[in-house]
């Protein structure tokens, strides 16, 4: 007779205004088992993760842990059940140290039962970075000192801190890697492979499906808020999870270039220059330079604007967005002087018309340019980005991790959008840590390290292992 599975869902369903999100899901995950959880944005893996943390309630479900019937109508309701959340939005206190972050919500270690024991404290903080195999990182300093890679370390590190009375059995990570490098990506995978073995399971959200291919032993797939289909990832291709999800068949990853760079230069600098119509990407480990680079080349921002200079910065929510305001508003910002009729007047009519147009040339899925955009999927966030991007025509547009934590087919849509703004001649330096990404878009890739440039090579033909090569220094490895 089989075991139970350690977590199934049945008959899950949730709907908002009473537009469906979830309809009728099925889904069972394994003891010792990591499970991904694949979909565009808005097929509904936020609305189902967000049930299973007590978080919404849903419409209807049937949820069991061990073949045993629960009901789930708190967070603390989930912890209890053993089920540990790590979401793509970093929730964390910058002012706190690393310690105190790693175990918010827990009891702190006393002396006398009274006075905080901060070596203690910093003891526990430090055995739990160590489960990841991290030794870098101070847990004395505030959280605002962080990268986001490492607050996204410090946060996957906290899940994994052991607690007495509610032993974790199941982990759900939305995106964990999307702010992580490469090599704190494989400690991750590390850990997880753990859990595996301990005979726990993980349900893993991810857009990068070669990740999820590589990790992960089944995968359930969900469109337009249905199962389309589960099953054991050795059995399926890439390109076979690619059309689950979009529902029709993969075709190129990457759209081609109507025309070749022109010979003119739109921008240069020592050591770059972009040329009208060419993308330029930017390449290195973390901490290179390369989101510094673009930041310096922008400057100030209004004499940016001004300039024919615009920027997709790589923390869309806070620095790309005003989520709170509708759609329109965001992407007419920096253009507000540029719109006003005699730069004095300007009309929320005449902000609408400007954004809906733009709206329009960057495929943007919205119930219209009044809707508020913490509404929309991350995606069609970024997509609003882009939009207040292109607003002013600019000649060189500045991109840092454009489609980092975006679904596959607005990916597809990203990258026509860039293509569509070099078809018009347009440079474009696009920065990204995704090198496939880097190989198939760019038509010439600079390397970055200890903050300078250190070669600049022909994209076509390039290896994902040759560039690699070069970002660690090893040329002749590379050549």
Known sequence: ?????????????????????????????????????????????????????????????????????????????????????????????????????????????????????????????????????????????????????????????????????????LYVMDEPTAALTREESERLFKVLREIKASGNSVLYVSHRIDEVMAICDRATVLRDGRPIDSGVLSAITHDDLVALMIGRKAGEAYPAASRLPSAEVAYERPGLAVRKGEIVGVAGLSGAGQTELLRAIFGDPAKAWASGIAYVPKERRSEGLVTSRPIYQNITLPHLHAQSLGGTWLTPRRERQFATRLGEDVRL????????????????????????????????????????????????????????????????????????????????????RDGVIVTTVEARGLSEEALLNLCYGRDAMAA
């Open 1 to 169: 007779m089989n075991a139970a599975p350690l977590l199934s869902l049945r008959n899950v369903s949730k709907a908002y205004a009473g537009i469906p999100a979830l309809r009728g899901i099925d889904l069972d995950v394994a003891g010792g088992e990591i499970h991904a959880l694949m979909g565009e944005n808005g097929a509904g893996k936020s609305t189902l993760i967000k049930i299973l943390a007590g978080v919404v309630a849903p419409d209807s479900a049937e949820i069991a842990i061990d073949g045993k019937g629960v009901n789930i109508d708190s967070p603390a309701g989930a912890h209890r059940l053993g089920l540990r959340f790590i979401h793509q939005e970093l929730s964390v206190v910058p002012t706190l140290s690393v310690a105190e972050n790693i175990v918010l919500g827990r009891p702190y270690p006393r002396r006398a039962g009274v006075l905080v024991d901060w070596q203690a404290l910093n003891r526990v903080a430090l055995g739990a970075l160590e489960t990841l195999g991290i030794r870098h990182i101070d847990v004395r300093q505030k959280m605002a000192r962080l990268s986001t890679g490492d607050r996204m370390l410090v946060k996957i590190s906290s899940a994994f801190l052991g607690e007495d009375g509610a032993p974790a059995r």
């Open 365 to 448: 899925r919205a119930a219209g340019v009044n809707q508020r955009v913490l509404e929309l999927s991350g995606g069609n966030q970024q997509k609003v980005v882009f939009a207040k991007a292109l607003g002013g025509a600019p000649r060189l547009l500045l991109l840092d991790e454009p489609t980092r934590g975006v679904d596959v087919g607005a990916k597809f849509d990203i990258y026509s959008i860039i293509r569509d703004m070099t078809s018009r001649g347009m440079a474009v330096l696009l920065v990204s840590s995704d090198l496939p990404e880097l190989i198939g878009m760019a038509d010439r890739i600079a390397v970055m």
